[in-house]
């Protein structure tokens, strides 16, 4: 009954600094963790261009999506390629992941661009999916192949022939 009218954050508060300076701060501050579990910088970075689609296949689950529809501004991606890049001890070995989980990476207006700065950064290998509906637009495939590389690769989506 002592307990009562004191309030369960204010309870806890003590253990949550204990932990924070027991746990938290002694093994970060020895560096030894943090050097030899946190610093593996990733070579593969996955980045969603956009969440937009132009299909609408009926084995997707793209219509039950409520988010909204947005596109990534270039300055963002260029960031995120930077810090990225920032961290990495070789260029060498890195790839970025463009597909989506739910969208079509070719929706993107820029994606030519974007896909043209991280290779100048240096990325080896991009590679995403799409259903391939705008590769019909004009100039769009060209362009593609243009900044694409060898390593580099478009896997394309074909739904069947009927719904089953």
Known sequence: ???RGIGFKKLLQPLVEWVRNRIVCGALSTDSILRKHISVVPNTVCIH???ACNARCVFCNYSYNPEKKIIGKTDQFRKVIDQWLEMMPSVKGTEIDLSTNNGDPLIDPDLI???SYAKARGVERIYFSTNGILLRKKGLADALISS???MDSIGISLP???RE
């Open 148 to 150: 694409l590389g060898p």
């Open 1 to 3: 009954m002592a307990l």
């Open 113 to 115: 661009g974007k896909i």
């Open 160 to 162: 069947g022939f009927d």
């Open 49 to 51: 261009p956009t969440n």
